[in-house]
């Protein structure tokens, strides 16, 4: 089983900054990708950014091109979403994920309000 904790969400207006962080627990030796989503009030929860824990190859949504940047820390089994210009259509619940070949386990997820 693995175990994720998010924390960083909050209330920023738009063109702020927030850095969202996942911390990884469990047994984590199959896991080869992490990823954040949006699921944004009223919608489907949708890929935001994704990264591989083995080489750090990233791939993001074209809504946040430019704007997002996802990294990980191996040796703290965390992961990372730093998201800069935010703006209203960013809001919503940030859910982290970590996959191997088998199995998605997801963090609880952590609420972003980009409002001013």
């Known amino acids: 089983q693995v175990q994720l904790v998010e924390s960083g969400g909050g209330l920023v207006q738009p063109g702020g900054s927030l850095r969202l962080s996942c911390v990884a627990s469990?047994?984590?030796?199959?896991?080869?990708?992490m990823s954040w989503y949006l699921q944004a009030p009223g919608s489907q929860r949708e890929l935001v950014a994704a990264?591989?824990?083995?080489?750090?190859?990233?791939n993001y949504a074209d809504s946040v091109k430019g704007r997002f940047k996802i990294s990980r820390d191996n040796a703290k089994n965390s992961v990372y979403l730093q998201m800069n210009n935010l703006k209203t259509d960013d809001t919503g619940v940030y859910y982290c994920k970590w996959n191997d070949s088998q199995h998605d386990y997801w963090g609880q997820g952590t609420q972003v309000t980009v409002s001013s």
């Open positions: 990264i591989r824990r083995r080489d750090g190859t990233t």
């Open positions: 469990g047994n984590l030796r199959s896991m080869y990708a």
